[in-house]
């Protein structure tokens, strides 16, 4: 079944191979096991041909020819040192010509054998030199998408496929390709590795140009997803056609260029195939546009790269590279081959394009060629890519270990014949674990292995490899280079990469390019070089110079302010008048002076007074959790309790001269000092006890630029209101009752002075409370401060002090004659007779 879908998916392509006439290159050595191999000997299929089915190829490629070499090379060298004991490994190698189509065609012939004979995919006809295909392995191809449609075919017969070069992260996923290998890092290690560069070279904005196959978008895409991680600003991402052909890419080449030419990126990485590569590096050549290039595997060692006219003048080059060393051998073999008279296709077909020339001294050496000209002998070695080779080299060593495993060879004999399937063998392949030459290859789950890279450089102060990128993520490169990048600060575009302390980096503009900004407040860089201010820890904030984190101080009115000192001396001064006026109250305790200003009440008051004098204190000093929940709760109970004391007072007066039957009745019954205080007093304490209970007030720290404001909070400003107006309706009743006892016959005008002081604390307490609800600031608790002394001293100065001047100064008036005296002259005013006692 799956045969015919093959047949019905590639009419023509698959079914059928091209003519002799322009079949593309090929080679066939017949052995016991035979390992295919694919090769893009030439870059181009040229399709001007009538059918499809014939296709030539052009742009010959030294380095593919040689790395096709190297493969037969390496089996020629098993066979030789008979590491497979009486098992000859034969070869079937193609030249893909780069192409899809034709890769696919080959890769079906080389599996036709595993194939069921009635699915009619044989080919026309074959070369009468091979018998029918054994092919067991495949090595190749080196490109991620010609490998990607080969493993598709392979995959038919499980055969393993072993690439020496194809590294698109596509090809990891087994339930797509389970029986592709490779003997080089995945994109997926090859983008960490350039991202490790660029982060070690301090560049800190790169260019990607990537191409339309799987080789560049997926490399593309996985480097834009790591420098985005990185916080590396990827400045542009420029896709190119998968086959950049100058007739009608011209316009696209152009775009390019005018991006680069505008880009502020340090470094412009050219993820995308060698072809592609060299005609942009060719524009950029005409463009004389300098910059740091980074190039990805399939080119960094390329030499028709590295010798394009004029390549030295567009700036340095740093490359990934596969691991490089020497196949010992390899170049003997090459150079022998050169001169030897082979019937071998491929070797015939280089010397018929490029003949040996005759031998030129070593210091007039040009191995600069063009397809026309004849080689010297010794250049072909010139063009040797060691570490493509060295990957070709592992792929037939590993197979070879699982070709020893497969038939339990002993160094002797081989204890199973070739009779396996493919199957077998590709399990085998699998498991191998082996070294070569100092590199250890094991393939992982994906068929990966796990190798470093080469860091290689030219037209740069150090040229060829100058570091490596080892397995486990880490780089090594000359500390004196890191050094000399990690010291550049502003990039040649005026970009900055680092700024003083004080200072971060922000765009300015363009996308990429940063200018150092000072810090916002509150924000800080306290080294040269951060990039990004931080935030200074709560408590804390940033000076001007925004290079470090200070504490915050507390704001509040220190005792050295002049509000402060003021405020002070006033509470010290009312506290010993408080004390004198009581001294002069218990000296007089039993005149009746005394007796009208309450009796014992006065002494209440007195001590209700001294402790609203003594709480003062607790507004002024730096506010503390203490300093709150005894301030404004305590001076509400203790101020409630001498404006009791007042209002009893005056009902006492009010009862005394009041005359009305019905009026007076109801004063008589309500004229129980003691109650009235007790029950007036008690409705406060209950309100205060709630609010300390359940909602005590608090200490809040306001934040500000530079300092905490300590600020006492009454957490519930429902109870703080009710606190005050409940002094403020027992301040208004007796101002009212002080008001209407200003007409009775009190010599010692007490309703008189009383209203004066209820009428100062209703104002201050007036103004106070919207100032202290709404106002902002350090002068908010002093004024609270005022508002208590102005209340004490209201009620001191306006209740109990013109009694002690009396007391002191007008003792005559002390007397009880003088009451009665002058009660009976103000009712006889009033034309009322009043009887002598």
Not at 122 to 130: G, I, T
Not at 580 to 588: A, Q, R, W, Y
Not at 644 to 673: D, Y
Not at 719 to 727: E, H, T
Request: charged letters at 15%; glycine letters at 6%; proline letters at 5%.
């Amino acid at each position: 079944m799956w045969c015919f879908l093959l047949c019905f998916s590639f009419p023509g392509l698959l079914c059928t191979l091209p003519t002799a006439t322009h079949q593309p290159l090929h080679e066939y050595s017949d052995g016991d096991v035979i390992i295919g191999g694919l090769f893009p000997i030439h870059l181009q299929p040229n399709r001007t041909f009538p059918s499809s089915r014939h296709v030539s190829c052009n742009e010959y490629h030294f380095q593919q020819f040689l790395a096709a070499q190297m493969m037969i090379f390496a089996i020629k060298r098993v066979n030789q040192r008979r590491a497979l004991p009486n098992v000859t490994l034969g070869y079937d190698v193609y030249d893909t010509c780069g192409d899809v189509s034709l890769a696919m065609r080959m890769a079906l012939n080389m599996s036709i054998d595993q194939l069921d004979p009635q699915c009619g995919l044989l080919p026309e006809r074959k070369p009468s030199s091979a018998p029918d295909p054994r092919v067991k392995a495949v090595i190749g191809e080196g490109s991620s998408e010609v490998s990607i449609a080969v493993a598709r075919i392979l995959t038919l017969s499980s055969i393993a496929q072993i690439s020496y070069a194809a590294t698109s992260e596509l090809l990891s996923k087994k339930a797509k390709f389970p029986t592709f290998l490779r003997t080089v890092n995945s994109d997926v290690v090859q983008t960490k590795a350039m991202a490790e560069l660029v982060k070690t070279f301090n560049w800190e904005t790169v260019g990607i140009v990537g191409s339309d196959d799987e080789y560049g978008k997926y490399g593309s895409d996985g480097l834009v997803d790591r420098f985005n991680a990185m916080d590396v600003c990827v400045d542009f991402k420029f896709i190119l056609p998968a086959h950049l052909d100058l007739s009608n890419a011209q316009k696209q080449l152009n775009e390019l260029m005018d991006t680069i030419g505008n880009s502020t990126a340090e470094a412009i990485i050219l993820f995308t195939r060698e072809s592609n590569v060299k005609l942009v590096l060719e524009a950029a050549i005409q463009r004389n546009l300098n910059r740091t290039w980074i190039a990805s595997d399939t080119w960094s060692n390329s030499s028709d790269i590295k010798e394009l006219p004029g390549i030295e003048a567009i700036g340095p080059f740093f490359g990934i590279a596969f691991k490089s060393h020497i196949v010992e051998g390899f170049a003997d073999y090459v150079s022998s081959m050169v001169e030897e008279k082979s019937s071998n296709p491929l070797w015939e077909y280089h010397k018929l394009n490029h003949p040996p020339c005759q031998s030129a001294p070593q210091e007039k050496l040009n191995c600069s060629l063009t397809a026309s000209q004849c080689m010297e002998t010794r250049c072909l070695v010139h063009y040797i890519f060691w570490d493509l080779s060295l990957n070709i080299y592992l792929a037939v060593e590993v197979i070879v270990n699982a070709l020893s495993s497969l038939m339990k060879c002993d160094g002797e004999k081989c204890q199973r014949n070739t009779s396996f399937t493919a199957y077998e063998l590709l399990n085998e392949i699998k498991n191998v674990n082996l070294t070569v030459n100092d590199t250890h290859i094991v393939f992982d789950d994906n068929g990966d292995p796990m190798l470093g890279y080469d860091i290689v450089a030219w037209n740069s102060p150090s040229s060829g490899t100058i570091g490596e990128y080892l397995p486990g993520g880490k780089i090594n490169l000359p500390p004196s280079l890191v050094a000399t990048m990690a010291n550049v600060t502003v990039t040649a575009f005026n970009c900055s990469k680092t700024c003083p302390a004080g200072q971060e980096l922000k765009k300015n503009g363009m996308k990429c390019c940063k200018h150092c900004i000072v810090c916002s407040d509150g924000y800080v860089s306290s080294e040269i070089g951060t990039q990004k201010c931080r935030m200074c820890e709560e408590g804390k904030y940033s000076p001007l110079k925004r290079d470090r984190c200070l504490d915050k101080k507390h704001k509040f009115l220190e005792w050295k302010n002049p509000f402060i000192i003021t405020l002070s001396v006033f509470i010290i001064i009312g506290i010993v008048a408080t004390v004198m006026v009581g001294v002069i109250f218990v000296v007089n305790r039993g005149t009746p002076i005394v007796k009208a200003v309450g009796g014992y009440l006065c002494f209440l008051e007195l001590f209700s007074l001294l402790a609203c004098f003594c709480l003062s204190f607790t507004f002024i000093v730096k506010p503390s959790p203490l300093s709150c929940i005894t301030g404004m709760p305590l001076f509400g109970i203790a101020f409630t309790l001498c404006v009791s004391c007042v209002l009893a007072n005056l009902l006492q007066i009010l009862v005394c001269f009041t005359f009305s039957q019905n009026m007076g009745g109801w004063l008589r019954k309500v004229n129980q000092p003691p109650a009235v205080v007790a029950i007036l007093f008690g409705v406060q304490l209950v309100l205060c006890s709630i609010w300390l209970a359940c909602f005590p007030p608090s200490l809040h720290r306001v934040p500000h630029k530079k300092a905490f404001e300590l600020k006492c909070d009454p957490t519930s400003k429902a109870l703080f209101g009710a606190v005050l107006s409940y002094v403020g309706l027992l301040a208004i009743v007796s101002f009212l009752f002080a008001f209407k006892g200003k007409k009775l016959p009190d010599l010692y005008k007490n309703a008189s002075f009383v209203t004066i002081g209820m009428l100062l604390v209703l104002v201050v307490w007036i103004i106070f409370i919207p100032v202290y609800l709404f106002g902002d600031g350090v002068y908010t608790e002093a004024i609270q401060a005022a508002a208590v002394l102005v209340s004490s001293y209201s009620m001191l100065c306006c209740h109990l002090v013109p009694k002690c001047y009396i007391m002191v100064f007008r003792k005559e008036l002390n007397d009880e004659k003088a009451i009665t005296d002058y009660i009976r002259n103000h009712f006889e005013q009033k034309g009322i007779n009043v009887l002598k006692s």
